[in-house]
């Protein structure tokens, strides 16, 4: 079983900078990709960045040149970065692992991100 800790989300003026951490209590070695998605109220789940193994990066057409993801390997984390937010971005952001050992894919309990105009 894997356990993800969310941090860091809350409220932010348009404009603003916030910055998610999330942290797998696994050991980084059976960890594959690991990644954010976001669910506002009435919207589909949707997939805001990727990080593969070897740093390779897929990010969502709406917060490209925005977002930055990151991982530590050694701390089992995984960060997002979010700069020049706007509204559209309030949701509620859930990061995951993808486990290699289980095949299993394994999510946060979600933070709420509330970006005001």
């Known amino acids: 079983q894997v356990q993800l800790l969310e941090s860091g989300g809350g409220l932010v003026q348009a404009g603003g900078s916030l910055r998610l951490s999330c942290a797998a209590s696994?050991?980084?070695?059976?960890?594959?990709?690991m990644g954010w998605y976001r669910q506002a109220p009435g919207n589909q789940h949707e997939l805001v960045a990727i990080?593969?193994?070897?740093?390779?990066?897929v990010y969502a057409d709406s917060v490209k040149g925005r977002f930055t993801i990151s991982r530590d390997n050694a701390k089992s984390t995984v960060n997002l970065q979010m700069n020049s937010l706007k509204p559209e971005d309030t949701a509620v952001y859930y990061c995951?692992?993808?486990?290699?050992?289980?095949?299993?894919?394994?999510w946060g309990q979600g933070t709420q991100v509330t970006v005001s105009s």
């Open positions: 696994k050991s980084s070695f059976s960890i594959n990709d």
């Open positions: 990080i593969t193994t070897t740093g390779v990066t």
């Open positions: 995951y692992v993808d486990v290699s050992s289980t095949n299993f894919r394994y």
